[in-house]
């Protein structure tokens, strides 16, 4: 037992399954401090023992209710529908189970059954991690943690498509039933905005003015609110796809919900066939682009995912030359993000790398005798191999 203050506050310190506890009692109070650590070495007891507590003795489906329940106003809207889809996987192996019946034995079951399902070992990290969430807020997950693995899963970002894909992407959205997929196909690559991004945004978020176009909800905090330069590229597109919404209101989505079917068009030879939009709800985001998308690519023979659009543009950029910090800015990475990224992506951007640490040296580097230096040794090195 180990009380000591930093500061004002009192802190305790001890070990307990081998593992180093410390934390603050946010107390200036010794006699409160005292009791903190007392209280907290008994409950890791309770948990490392599972011994049953009122507040754990309930199911594992009605335990993530009440737990997702309470991190909604903490969560953003894409996050929300992420834990729940974990759920809808989750539930039917341990919603009828108690939280305090549930072992490392379980969780590994569970995972070598959603691998035989042929999930990614990435989504089914993501599941695990709401098993974690779920029991560490009943402190339950103290006891299973050591034996818990999570599955070795790839860091791969994707791969960035050539010109040549691209130009046969483009004209295969082009040809879509959706008619709004080569627009957001093309927005994705000249803005780098994520999916969701894309399918949320409103008019009012467009400055053609500035050409700029500010982010709304996304997937990061940092995402969030930032504001992307619209190259010519996008600018011309968005002029166009606007064109075609001529009582468009700022609070009017981009893309909008459509319904789609087939119309008969006679000519003086025969009749055709060719699709038609029935209605436009501006008010209502689309659905989702999945089944054109899909289309478009087999159509296109191109194997990518939507998010590659992304990686493309942002691995353009770096072959371009662009700082990295630039980069960061209109990709919308928080800092912890960049620092990853940048592992990831640090390949790419040597070109940029040579330019800069040459320009270290350039405006000395004529008069500061270094390359004589280096011509007299390789010189005086020729003369005694003769």
């Not at 335990?63 to 992420?82: F, M, N």
């Amino acid at each position: 037992m180990s009380l000591y203050r930093r500061g004002d506050v009192w802190w305790y310190k001890f070990r307990f399954a081998g593992q180093l506890i410390r934390e603050s009692t946010k107390s200036d109070s010794r006699t409160v401090a005292r009791a903190a650590e007392h209280a907290r070495r008994r409950e890791l007891e309770q948990g490392f023992n599972r011994i049953e507590r009122q507040r754990a003795a309930k199911l594992f489906s009605v335990a993530a209710d009440d737990w997702l329940e309470a991190k909604k106003a903490h969560l953003a809207p894409r996050s929300v529908a992420i834990e729940h889809a974990n759920l809808k996987h989750l539930n039917p192996f341990f919603g009828k189970m108690l939280l305090c019946d549930i072992r490392a034995d379980n969780i590994s079951r569970y995972q070598a059954a959603r691998l035989q399902g042929k999930a990614a070992p990435k989504t089914v990290n993501l599941e695990i991690g709401t098993i974690r969430a779920v029991m560490r807020k009943n402190r339950l997950w103290f006891a299973i943690q050591p034996d818990v693995r999570m599955l070795r899963a790839s860091d791969d970002a994707g791969r960035a498509i050539s010109r040549e894909e691209e130009s046969a992407l483009l004209t295969a959205c082009q040809s879509s039933r959706s008619r709004s997929l080569h627009t957001a196909v093309l927005l994705a690559l000249n803005t780098c905005m994520r999916y969701s991004e894309l399918r949320l945004l409103k008019w009012e978020q467009v400055n053609f003015a500035a050409r700029t176009v500010t982010v709304g909800i996304s997937k990061t905090e940092a995402g969030a609110g930032r504001v992307i330069p619209l190259n010519a590229r996008a600018l011309s597109i968005l002029t166009f796809w606007a064109g075609l919404f001529t009582n468009r209101e700022p609070n009017h989505y981009v893309f909008p919900s459509e319904k789609y079917g087939l119309a008969q068009r006679k000519d003086q030879e025969k009749g055709s066939t060719q699709t038609c939009v029935h209605s436009t709800d501006l008010t209502k985001p689309i659905g989702r682009w999945k089944e054109a998308w899909e289309a478009a690519k087999l159509r296109a023979d191109v194997q990518c995912r939507f998010h590659d659009l992304r990686h493309t543009g942002c691995t353009r950029m770096l072959e371009a030359g662009v700082p990295f910090s630039v980069v960061a800015t209109i990709m919308g990475w928080s800092a912890s993000t960049t620092v990853r990224m940048s592992k990831r992506y640090g390949h790419i951007g040597q070109s940029a790398q040579r330019l800069a640490v040459d320009a270290l040296c350039e405006p000395v580097f004529q008069g500061d005798g270094a390359q004589n230096r280096a011509q007299s040794g390789n010189v005086s090195a020729g003369v005694r191999a003769n």
